[in-house]
C-alpha cells in the first residue's frame, strides 16, 4: 500500500485531516497484523498511540539539544 502525497500547502487548514486520511489504511493494516500475531486490539492501539507520543517528544527532546548547542557555540564565540 502506497500513502497518498499531500495536495494542499503545509499551512491548509485541512492538510491535517488529509494527513490522517492517508495513513489510517496503513494503521489498520498494521493493527490486523498485530492482531493475527496474538496481540489485542487495544494493547496495539494504545501501543501504537505510545509509540507515536514517544517519537513526539522525541523530536522536541531533539529540537530543545539543537538549540542548546546553537546557544552554546554563539556564547563561545561571543566570548573569544
Avoid: Y
Avoid at 51 to 72: F, G, K, M, T, W
Wanted: charged share 35%; net charge negative.
Amino acid at each position: 500500500m502506497t500513502i497518498p502525497r499531500p495536495e494542499r500547502t503545509r499551512c491548509h487548514p485541512d492538510r491535517f485531516d488529509a494527513c490522517q486520511l492517508a495513513i489510517e489504511d496503513e494503521l489498520i493494516e498494521l493493527l490486523g497484523r498485530a492482531c493475527d500475531a496474538g496481540w489485542h486490539r487495544d494493547e496495539v492501539i494504545s501501543a501504537i498511540t505510545e509509540v507515536a507520543d514517544n517519537l513526539a517528544l522525541a523530536r522536541r527532546e531533539d529540537v530543545a539539544v539543537s538549540v542548546e548547542l546553537h546557544v552554546a557555540r554563539l556564547m563561545k564565540k561571543r566570548s573569544v
